[in-house]
């Protein structure tokens, strides 16, 4: 009797702007269902060099983590705004070739579109083939939007702004904040301008510090009279979807919330990021003020699954109107799995 050959596994590292995290999923399956818990250490990395070696500390140690599968699994280093920043300089580049010699393998570094597609594809798509509206991902250093409609993504848009950018630039005034997000969501075509055009649909919240505020409402919910708390709140096969109007009226209490009264709340999660709360909840609202949204969704996934649906045979197909669908390993061509990469900044030729 043959022995059954054994599973291997995926293993995304991600070098963030904030912290650095890695995550293993089985290399075969429908679905990017982790195995086992995440290694997660915060390293605020977007704040420079100085921050170079706690993070190469922080690698290692996610090598350690991965030490039991040794032999069984294959590694994706992927970075993101941060390691965009450090490829501009040389002290940059050799701390990228320390990182690289970590896993004995490529770091992609991907654009922010690239991350914006990899974030739609992880977070929404893979779950809500169909989904319309604007997926949104606030990382520690950047903000990266994708334009849905029908499951296709229409359009990839980065802001070089997130959280610890914000925070470190001095924009705890968070009017000077949302004056300096409103400049930057100017340049998205699809936003604002003469070619703004009608998203609609549901605003997908990605990220950390956003599933935090997720949190925070959700804590809200269930203070309130159950009529008003499961009126807010629906259930749905993605995520949980929020009424706009109840999301909105919350997140103007939580943007003026004072940052040390939420170091005593309830939820821990809460109480560790108590200082980016507000600032998140004002840029959320924001946006969902300017998309128009109909619903909002907090969503579970993002850069890890998005990378974990590439490597696994998911492919971007190119529509007739500009769009991209998502396609299943079972209907994707090797050359369209091939191009996918290319695209999203997986392939060899796109290692930093």
């Not at 291997?8 to 293993?24: E, H, I």
């Not at 969902?288 to 109909?294: G, K, N, T």
């Given at each position: 009797m043959t022995p059954p050959e054994p599973t291997?596994?995926?293993?995304?590292?991600?070098?963030?702007?904030?912290?650095?995290?890695?995550?293993?999923?089985?290399?075969e399956g429908e679905r990017p269902l982790r195995v086992g818990p995440r290694y997660k250490v915060t390293t605020c990395?977007?704040?420079g060099p100085q921050q170079y070696p706690a993070t190469l500390d922080a690698l290692q140690d996610c090598r350690t983590f991965l030490a039991p599968l040794e032999g069984a699994y294959e590694v994706v280093v992927v970075g993101t705004e941060a390691t965009r920043q450090a490829q501009r300089t040389e002290e940059g580049r050799r701390f990228l070739a320390q990182v690289q010699g970590i896993f004995r393998c490529p770091v992609f570094v991907v654009t922010g579109e690239q991350e914006a597609l990899l974030c739609a594809l992880g977070g929404v798509l893979l779950r809500t083939p169909t989904a319309s509206g604007v997926s949104g991902d606030l990382g520690g250093g950047s903000l990266d939007l994708a334009h849905l409609k029908n499951g296709e993504v229409q359009s990839a848009w980065s802001v070089p702004l997130g959280v610890l950018t914000f925070l470190s630039q001095g924009y705890q005034d968070i009017d000077r904040a949302l004056k300096t997000l409103h400049t930057h969501l100017a340049e998205v075509p699809w936003l604002s301008g003469p070619r703004r055009v009608p998203v609609g649909g549901d605003f997908y919240a990605l990220g950390g510090t956003w599933r935090t505020v997720g949190r925070w409402l959700q804590a809200v919910a269930t203070t309130r009279p159950a009529t008003e708390g499961l009126a807010a709140f629906q259930d749905t096969p993605y995520g949980q979807r929020l009424r706009v109007r109840w999301a909105l009226e919350q997140l103007d209490v939580l943007a003026r919330t004072p940052p040390e009264a939420l170091e005593h709340h309830t939820v821990k999660k809460v109480r560790k990021r108590a200082e980016s709360l507000p600032l998140a909840a004002s840029l959320l609202k924001?946006?969902?003020?300017?998309?128009?949204?109909?619903?909002?969704v907090i969503e579970a996934g993002g850069l890890r699954e998005g990378v974990w649906a590439a490597v696994t045979g998911y492919s971007l197909?190119?529509?007739p109107e500009g769009g991209l669908r998502?396609?299943?390993p079972s209907s994707s061509s090797a050359q369209a799995r091939s191009e996918t990469l290319r695209r999203l900044g997986l392939a060899a030729t796109n290692q930093g």
């Open positions: 291997r596994f995926l293993a995304v590292v991600d070098v963030g702007s904030q912290s650095v995290s890695v995550a293993v999923y089985p290399l990395l977007v704040q924001v946006l969902l003020e300017v998309h128009a949204s109909e619903g909002l197909i190119p529509q998502v396609t299943p």
